[in-house]
């Protein structure tokens, strides 16, 4: 099984390398460009079988590693 | 006093640290491997500078779940004191035994110079050697110094009294919400620091400024 992990920044938290990338992009002439948050994607295979169970797991790993829940959420998803 | 120095894969300030408690304290303090089985019997843990485990997924993050932090933290609530200095400091919050987190400094870059702090409560195990509103000379070298806590917790420790050092007005390096530099945590017990005191303990240092943490703690 394989799931999918976004953690982002939450609102209000400063995110200087966002705002960095969204200078870049405007720099490049992409004028349309209102804010870009950036975040981290996580790809994990389990040996698991039930995407139940396997969502909890997940949601574990998050809250104990994969996120800081200070400043980080997280989405979890079975992608196959 | 006696005190150890909790080295990780990573870390390059150790030596720094090893070498400022023994001038100081004039005991070495054991090395502790973080895979060693024991720690010993000791008055003070300290958690020094670097890069563990390349600054990987966030700095201190990997450091923070090892199982010798377990040990760490339940010393810590026995009363041990606890300095963490740079990495040690982000190990400190991963781990949870401090409150916010720090970030990505707001300008970006890493730096890597003198700075200023201001005491900010001199009524602490780390702080008794200085004076409040005492300003010192200290070094920073480091890219992930922005404080951050949400509004709840910054009040919180503003009104326990938990912030110890700020940077000095005007002078703040990295972005940290209310110029902070150094937090304990609610016991008072454990100190996280971003600058280097144990680089400015001597006059080939060109100061002595950062004398005062050690001795406060070591003798």
């Given amino acids: ?80 | 006093m006696k005190s150890a120095v909790v080295v990780f894969p990573g870390l390059n300030r150790d030596r720094d640290m090893i070498a400022a408690i023994e001038k100081i304290g004039g005991t070495p303090p054991a090395i502790v491997w973080h895979k060693d089985a024991e720690l010993p019997d000791v008055d003070l843990i300290v958690i020094p500078g670097g890069f563990s485990y390349g600054d990987a997924l966030r700095p201190g993050a990997i450091a923070a779940r090892s199982p010798i932090m377990d040990v760490i933290r339940e010393r810590a609530e026995r009363g041990v004191k606890v300095l963490g200095v740079c990495n040690g400091f982000q190990i400190l919050t991963e781990a949870g035994m401090l409150p916010g987190v720090l970030m990505r400094n707001a300008s970006l870059r890493f730096v890597c110079r003198e700075i200023k702090l201001k005491v900010a409560n001199a009524n602490t195990a780390f702080s008794n050697r200085y004076a409040d509103g005492q300003i010192i000379r200290c070094p920073i070298a480091h890219h992930d110094g922005n404080y951050f806590a949400d509004a709840e917790t910054l009040q919180s420790i503003e009104d326990n009294g938990q912030v110890v050092f700020r940077y000095a007005e005007g002078t703040n390096p990295n972005g940290s919400l209310n110029d902070i530099a150094g937090i304990t945590n609610a016991a008072g017990n454990v100190l996280g620091l971003m600058p280097h005191p144990e680089n400015l303990i001597e006059p080939e240092h060109g100061g002595e400024d950062g004398r005062g943490i050690f001795a406060g703690l070591l003798t």
Avoid: H
């Fill in chain 1, 1 to 80: 099984m394989k799931a999918r992990i976004i953690v982002t920044l939450k609102n209000g938290v400063l995110d200087p390398q966002g705002q960095a990338i969204e200078g870049s992009l405007k720099s490049l002439g992409f004028a349309g460009v209102d804010s870009v948050r950036q975040g981290k994607v996580f790809d994990v295979e389990l040996s698991a079988t039930d995407p139940g169970s396997a969502t909890q797991e997940l949601e574990s790993m998050c809250e104990k590693l994969l996120a800081n829940t200070v400043i980080e959420n997280y989405t979890v998803e079975i992608i196959g």
